[in-house]
């Protein structure tokens, strides 16, 4: 598909932002009004709406686990232009339950949409750079849309089976997203970096060279945006800040922005990682909560490169970050020194 010159205006256009009530939802739905849109967020009936609080903005309530409820929720609701579709678990004690929340619910959303003729001009759907899986760790390759995903997470797994689901079921005009790791003010597991290094101590795990990618949140939201503006349709898109750190270049960068004079790097080996996480993940099981860390996280974290080619997005729609890793950390620690 060729990339469409002449973008369209998003302003007065109508958006339904599904999973609003996520950390990257009360971005999407704050930027959808600043560029003048209609924005409606899908939130469930337990959803927090502390960050959603633009008196402009609609709210819908949908039960995924109900089918009558969401075909009356979606029926009852004018159609909408766009539909950015962010609901999804990142952490959960077992496959079955990512595959309910990352892969069931979007099938149940959009075959509803089907029944009640609400299909949009497009679908941008929240995937993961996860979803790949570990790229080349001998020589860094960077991972591209080329990429053949061979996803080692749950998670993961989870998220490739949405991406074929849109891929393949036919009748949706689809936008996929694989973002890098998204940091920025509300995001709770950089934040816990953050705080570490704040107490001086920075955990990395592996002895091997680990090059990390990030992607601010709100570079991340611009691009969605930018991708619904172009007209690009069925094509998957890695989102990351175009260069890559190390973990010492992470530290340093937070440590300054922090004003922290010293921070004593603590590197454990693998194989005490995994127990951690085992242990971890066996706690979380026995009490019916996910834990942060579990042995999927421990495959992320044991993961070398993240490394990641952007070009795609750059010819497509013009995709480029206005934040760099130090940017968006000076940003994230603003709002953590705020307790925001």
């Known amino acids: 598909m ?13 958006l339904l932002v599904v999973g609003a009530g996520g950390f990257i ?15 409606t967020a899908a939130v469930r009936e337990s959803t927090s709406r502390r960050h959603l609080t633009d008196p402009s903005l609609r709210f819908l309530v949908l039960d995924y686990d109900d089918p009558s409820q969401l075909e009356s929720a979606l029926s009852e609701s004018e159609p909408w232009d766009y539909i950015i579709y962010n609901l999804g678990a990142t952490k959960a004690a077992t496959f079955p339950e990512f595959n309910l929340v990352n892969y069931e619910y979007l099938r149940r959303f959009v075959e509803t949409l089907k029944k009640t003729s609400r299909v949009p001009s497009r679908l941008l759907f929240m995937s993961s750079l996860s979803a790949l899986g570990p790229g080349d760790e001998k020589n860094y390759t960077p991972l591209d849309e080329s990429s053949i995903p061979n996803p080692n997470t749950r998670y993961g797994l989870s998220k490739v089976k949405a991406e074929q689901y849109l891929e393949f079921q036919g009748g949706i005009p689809y936008i996929i997203f694989r973002p890098t790791g998204v940091y920025g003010p509300h995001e709770k597991d950089y934040l816990m970096m953050v705080k ?5 101590f920075d955990f990395g795990v592996g002895f091997r060279p680990q090059m990390l990618t990030f992607i601010y949140v709100d570079d991340l939201v611009d691009a969605m945006f930018d991708a619904l503006a172009a007209g690009v349709e069925g094509k998957r898109y890695i989102i990351s800040e175009e260069r890559s750190y190390t973990q010492k270049e992470f530290r340093r960068i937070v440590a300054e922005e922090l004003g922290t004079k010293w921070v004593i790097p603590v590197r454990l080996p693998l194989w005490l990682t995994w127990v951690a996480s085992y242990a971890a993940e066996k706690i979380g099981h026995f009490r019916a909560k996910p834990s942060t860390l579990n042995r999927d996280k421990f495959k992320i974290m044991k993961q070398r490169n993240w490394n990641a080619d952007v070009s795609a997005a750059q010819r497509d729609f013009g995709f480029k970050t206005r934040f760099s890793l130090r940017d968006g950390i000076r940003e994230t620690v603003r709002a953590y020194r705020a307790g925001l």
Do not use: N, W, Y
């Open 25 to 39: 939802g009360g971005f999407i739905c704050r930027a959808g009004i600043a560029r003048g849109m209609e924005v």
């Open 196 to 200: 570490s290094i704040d107490s001086h």
């Open 2 to 14: 060729q990339t469409v010159s002449s973008p369209a205006t998003l302003a007065g256009k109508r």
